[in-house]
């Protein structure tokens, strides 16, 4: 892409799972990029049968096809940051740590990674084998510039139990920085706990809103990715993306029977 074919936005690349109900997955994705004046770029790893009340089926996508969908994209529309949802299986865990590697051996600035360690849904029903939690771990997180795992899949991925020890464990992963979410917390507040492996450390209280939603841990992912593509710096795009989600989840949307759907285009109807 020649200087007098910039884009118009920075295009950020998510890659991740189909959620037909729109509340989590790919169209979480595109939907917190747009709402951050960015383009989203989009590769499916896996299609899901769910709705809002939970994950009836999932269907892993061969990861040559995926492979080839993102480097397709890669030649024509170099994205500016890479998000990672749903993965749907070690070999596409592997296959995606393959195509960082791409990413930063390309003539070009270093590509920001925010990697959403989707192991369950918003139901709690797990997407994520031994075998996946294995390859994200070994393979995925040394690669990534930041984690966002809430606190349960913190611990499944590190075997301890604090937030703080979680974070050390993943930090000598080789994670850069680990953003530890508290929605799952029995608190009054939301807090959620950025580490940093120059031991920068954050912390920030969220008020604890009643209901149960469908694809926050999305929203908040591909919020910081869109950031990050505008140039902020991390702690200023993992704050300003917080805000961002929680004001989508206190306008949640009713579009089906169980959880909520996250209000994540709230900016452009207010406008209308």
Same mark, same amino acid.
């Given at each position: 892409?020649?200087?007098?074919?910039?884009?118009?936005?920075?295009?950020?690349?998510?890659?991740?799972?189909?959620?037909?109900?729109?509340?989590?997955?790919?169209?979480?994705?595109?939907?917190?990029?747009?709402?951050?004046? @960015?383009?989203?770029? /989009?590769?499916?790893?896996?299609?899901?049968?769910?709705? %809002?009340?939970?994950?009836?089926?999932?269907?892993?996508?061969?990861?040559?096809?995926?492979?080839?969908?993102? *480097?397709?994209?890669?030649?024509?529309?170099?994205?500016?940051?890479?998000?990672?949802?749903?993965?749907?299986?070690?070999?596409?865990?592997?296959?995606?740590?393959?195509?960082?590697? /791409?990413?930063?051996?390309?003539?070009?600035?270093?590509?920001?990674?925010?990697?959403?360690?989707?192991? @369950?849904?918003?139901?709690?029903?797990?997407?994520?084998?031994?075998?996946?939690?294995?390859?994200?771990?070994?393979?995925?997180?040394? *690669?990534? %510039?930041?984690?966002?795992?809430?606190?349960?899949?913190?611990?499944?991925? /590190?075997?301890?139990?604090?937030?703080?020890?979680?974070?050390?464990? =993943?930090?000598? @992963?080789?994670?850069?920085?680990?953003?530890?979410?508290?929605?799952?917390?029995?608190?009054?507040?939301?807090?959620?706990?950025?580490?940093?492996?120059?031991?920068?450390?954050?912390?920030?209280?969220?008020?604890?809103?009643?209901?149960?939603?469908?694809?926050?841990?999305? %929203?908040?992912?591909?919020?910081? @990715?869109?950031? =990050?593509?505008?140039?902020? %710096? =991390?702690?200023?795009?993992?704050?300003?993306?917080?805000?961002? /989600?929680?004001?989508?989840?206190?306008?949640?949307?009713?579009?089906?029977?169980?959880?909520?759907?996250?209000?994540?285009?709230?900016?452009?109807?207010?406008?209308?």
């Amino acid at each position: 892409m020649t200087d007098t074919q910039r884009p118009d936005r920075p295009l950020v690349l998510c890659v991740g799972g189909h959620d037909p109900s729109g509340g989590a997955g790919i169209l979480a994705d595109a939907e917190a990029v747009q709402a951050a004046r @960015a383009f989203p770029l /989009t590769v499916i790893t896996a299609l899901t049968e769910q709705d %809002t009340c939970g994950l009836a089926q999932i269907h892993p996508q061969p990861p040559e096809q995926i492979e080839a969908h993102c *480097r397709r994209l890669l030649s024509d529309s170099p994205p500016s940051a890479l998000k990672i949802g749903l993965i749907g299986g070690a070999d596409i865990a592997r296959m995606l740590a393959r195509f960082i590697d /791409t990413l930063a051996t390309a003539e070009r600035a270093r590509v920001p990674v925010v990697l959403d360690t989707v192991l @369950a849904t918003g139901a709690g029903q797990s997407v994520a084998d031994a075998a996946l939690r294995e390859a994200v771990r070994d393979a995925l997180i040394p *690669r990534c %510039t930041l984690v966002t795992p809430n606190l349960p899949e913190a611990r499944a991925l /590190t075997g301890a139990d604090a937030p703080e020890d979680c974070a050390e464990r =993943l930090l000598a @992963a080789g994670a850069p920085w680990v953003l530890i979410t508290g929605t799952h917390d029995a608190t009054e507040a939301v807090t959620n706990r950025l580490f940093g492996s120059n031991g920068e450390r954050h912390a920030w209280d969220w008020p604890r809103l009643p209901g149960e939603y469908h694809g926050s841990g999305c %929203t908040l992912a591909s919020a910081i @990715a869109a950031r =990050l593509a505008h140039g902020m %710096t =991390l702690v200023q795009a993992v704050e300003s993306a917080q805000a961002y /989600t929680w004001t989508a989840l206190e306008r949640a949307l009713c579009t089906g029977r169980c959880q909520l759907t996250p209000n994540r285009l709230y900016s452009q109807a207010s406008a209308d």
